[in-house]
Nanobody
Framework: QVQLVESGGGLVQPGGSLRLSCAASGSISSINVMGWYRQAPGKQRELVARISRSGLKSYADAVKGRFTISRDNAKNTVSLQMTSLKREDTAVYYC???????????WGQGTQITVSS
């Protein structure tokens, strides 16, 4: 079993930046893919970005060029650097760790990001 703890959410103005971090513990040897998802009010949870152990990355079209995912395999952490934030980025952001790109994996508790002036 994998436990995930997120940090770094909060309130930011449009155009601002935030960095999310997630630390994994437990059965970390089972983790291949780590990523970030988000869920806005009234909407389904959606993929934001994910990265494999080898460094293969993928991003949602809505965040390409603005968000950057990175990973430290030695520390079992994944981070999401978010820039040029927009109001539509407001959501609860969840860290995810899975054994493959098609596995659901484990979830963090979520951290709120609100983009508002």
């Amino acid at each position: 079993q994998v436990q995930l703890v997120e940090s770094g959410g909060g309130l930011v103005q449009p155009g601002g930046s935030l960095r999310l971090s997630c630390a994994a513990s437990g059965s970390i040897s089972s983790i291949n893919v780590m990523g970030w998802y988000r869920q806005a009010p009234g909407k389904q949870r959606e993929l934001v970005a994910r990265i494999s152990r080898s460094g293969l990355k993928s991003y949602a079209d809505a965040v390409k060029g603005r968000f950057t995912i990175s990973r430290d395999n030695a520390k079992n952490t994944v981070s999401l650097q978010m820039t040029s934030l927009k109001r539509e980025d407001t959501a609860v952001y969840y860290c995810n760790a899975a054994s493959s790109f098609i596995s659901e994996g484990s979830w963090g508790q979520g951290t709120q990001i609100t983009v508002s002036s």
